[in-house]
């Protein structure tokens, strides 16, 4: 054990602590500089902890390796977190995001149309959407095999009724003077449809949108557990726990982090752009 | 109640078109099996081989609900409600790491939610960091989290707990921090005149007031938990709880097997957060916020 690196570390959790309450009482704290410098300064600070805490301790690799070791392993096996990356993220969570969300939006609009549907429907795709959906992933690889397909299945399974409940919440949160406009203009359905009731919809369905985000990463990592071809980051995942490997492990979650944040983000910036009117939005 | 005829309807229609879809699925084998006895199936014999396979590709409900039958009811009345093959044992072994991960959850996200509502630094702080540790797939890194706590001597049901309470935790803060915050300026004014310091307002309004979002809250939260176990349960060769049923039926090939833990786990959600309606209808309506 090496107290030097552990009163470094506890030294400077109080430092950026301070610091941190100083800035967000300041007056300037509406800021967007401020906004953004205090959650980066308490991140920096976990990392710095977390580096001094494992190299004070002496802790070994295998329970929790540095932040700088992990960074090292990252460096240099860009190759295969890519290969992983492209295998799981782009062809597994991607492709099953796509058809479930659109399949689920569609489904919606076409349940929108029946009063007794939806009634029936929307309890039974609540009660649907508690479920441990992740349950189906083995069932489903012994389907569709052990590629990306199944993967994409397990993802499908896992958005589409978080999707749907929140496509048909959305479609139906028209005002009644809203609708009673669009008759006065003569509107039929389908411009209804178009004009009115989908754009309405619209911050629901990004809200069903920003949930499946996670639900599609996580899907396509966990059915990767059931049986994969000798790549993938659930792949990897497990089998380097097997051997101890768990820089790589870490350099993983890295990577999982990083796509499953940019993904969330980039689908609240389509929200930023697509839902510009909404009270949410503007503030 | 004018919700249960259609709630019915929806649910023989899946039901109906689960039957269907057994017949194409599960064809293939009934008619190899039928070639190598040399007998050709009529159309009648062959949609109820289709329904009665040991191992089909998807099992008929009917056998899902045989098998859940004959692993849970069937079992506790010839008295052997706890042995190896019961899913009552399994559901237990679950349901047990859920309310210990969901313990530490609530717990964790009330705290951090009273935190983040009096302190502005660990708001602008913390709140960002919440909302990013939810994107990342916690679910991947389980594994890893229950062999490095074995390795360290920690196992059994606190691995899975911690999985379970990561998950749980975040609904709860969210909706905590919106609770808590929901008093109108009006009503903390008048905590003011009173001359209320902060810990009494906490208590007598800002409580009080955040108890409707907190249970809906709980009941997100209850569904993750589950959620997180059997996840938990997957890897590093658990032998108990439905998530190593599951893992056993997908290694043997028993599909059945399978269903029937995914039912398992499907009514236990059910269960779960049906009592914790209950008991949010109870509270709220014993303190006048009934709707």
Known sequence: ?283 | MKNVLPILTVVAVIVAIWYVAAIPMNKQWALDQAARADTTLTTGALVLETWSQERPRLPAPHQVVTELWSSTGDLALSGSAFSKRSLILHAWYTLSATLLGFAFGTTLGILLAVGIVHSRAMDMGVMPWAIASQTIPILAIAPMIIVVLNSIGISGLIPKAIISAYLSFFPVVVGMVKGLRSPAIMDLDLMRTYSANQTQTFWKLRLPASMPFLFASLKVGIAAALVGTIVGELPAGAIRGLGARMLSGSYYGQTIQIWSALFAAAILAAILVGIIGVIQRRILKRMGMAQ
């Open chain 1, 1 to 283: 054990m090496s107290w030097g690196w552990l009163i470094f570390a506890l030294a400077f959790w109080v430092a950026t602590f301070t610091l941190n309450v100083r800035l967000a009482n300041s007056k300037n704290s509406e800021t967007r500089a401020i906004g953004l410098a205090v959650p980066i300064i308490f991140g920096v600070t976990i990392l710095v902890v977390w580096e001094g805490v494992v190299r004070g301790l002496n802790v070994p690799m295998v329970i929790l390796p540095a932040p700088s070791a992990i960074y090292a392993k990252f460096v240099t096996s860009v190759p295969t977190l890519w290969e992983d990356f492209v295998q799981t993220f782009v062809k597994g969570a991607l492709t099953g995001y796509f058809i479930g969300c659109g399949s689920a939006v569609i489904t919606a609009v076409l349940i929108d149309r029946s009063q007794f549907l939806q009634r029936g429907l929307l309890p039974v795709g609540n009660f649907i959407a508690a479920l441990p959906i992740v349950g189906t992933a083995p069932i489903l690889v012994m389907w569709f095999g052990f590629d990306w397909q199944s993967k994409a299945a397990v993802v499908v399974a896992m958005v589409f009724f978080p999707m749907l409940v929140n496509t048909v919440q959305g479609l139906s949160s028209t005002t009644a003077m809203q609708r009673d406009l669009m008759a006065t203009y003569h509107a039929n359905y389908l411009q209804t449809l178009v004009k009115l009731r989908l754009p309405a919809a619209m911050p629901f369905i990004f809200n069903g949108l920003k949930i499946s985000t996670t639900l599609a990463l996580i899907g396509a990592i966990v059915a990767e557990f059931f049986g994969s071809p000798i790549k993938g980051m659930g792949f990897r995942i497990s089998t380097e726990v097997g051997k101890l490997g768990l820089d790589m492990v870490w350099a993983e979650i890295t990577v999982a982090a990083i796509a499953g944040s940019a993904f969330y983000g980039v689908v609240a910036l389509i929200e930023k752009g697509v839902t510009f009117w909404h009270p949410s939005q503007r503030g």
